[in-house]
């Protein structure tokens, strides 16, 4: 595999204000350094909001039109989650908006109870894996983060993996985790890294949303062994960097464990 180049923006979102929030992060895409995929948190448009009847777009909509905007001028792929009404559901869902403004889109499967999430918003059922260089990417939302057998690597029926390469190499997590809960957010997504010896972006924002709560945002990017390259918090931040091709197959190489993990099949 190529070495890949990628950017995280870690935002201070306003509260349900469309066009501070699109405005805000098109001046920080366009100040990006050359770039391949740029990654935006949960619900960039927003913040993290139930009021899905009021702030939904259907996948023609303004926030859709300026991904494909933005992709096209600065020749990358732009993925984060907007709130997306679709035959009268309504989804959270990550859009992944390539430069020639075709997409792929992934739904939220675990949808924050605790939250009231499940009360505004419908489920999805299809993961998403995106393919980059010869890279294979995983793309989900927060709260799926806590639920590792919906990322876990998957064998083919003979117990073996395709090609003899694994499922994916990169998992992509955009976020509005709150602070006092970010000891969870650090940790699931290093055990994501190495039970599955991927890379993993996670992109959070920060600030304080319309509800109170505090973000301090904690975006990172982490190697396959689970060791962090790269992390921010309590601060806006824009970073771009090369994830390593040939150091995520010597690893798997040397360390080859994903070959003795338990086969198993997801419903």
Known sequence: MKNLQISIIQADLVWENKAANLKQLEEK????PSTEIVVLPEMFSTGFSMRSKDLAENMDGESVQWMRTIAKQKKIILTGSLIIEEEGKYFNRLIWMLP?????????????????EQEHYSSGNKRLIASVKGWKINLIICYDLRFP??????????GSFENGQSEYDLLICVANWPEKRVHAWRTLLMARAIENQCYVVGVNRVGTDGNGIYHSGNSMVINPLGEIIVEKAHETFEHTLQLN???LSEIRTSLPFLKD???FLLL
Do not use: C, P, S
Not at 29 to 32: D, E, G, M, N
Not at 100 to 116: P, Q, S, T
Not at 149 to 158: E, G, I, P, S, Y
């Open 29 to 32: 895409i366009l100040q990006l």
């Open 100 to 116: 020639n403004g075709e997409l792929g889109y992934y739904d939220k499967r675990h949808l924050f109870g605790y939250a009231g």
């Open 149 to 158: 057998v919906w990322m876990r690597q998957q064998k083919d029926t003979d």
């Open 245 to 247: 091709g040939n150091l």
């Open 261 to 263: 993990a338990d086969q």
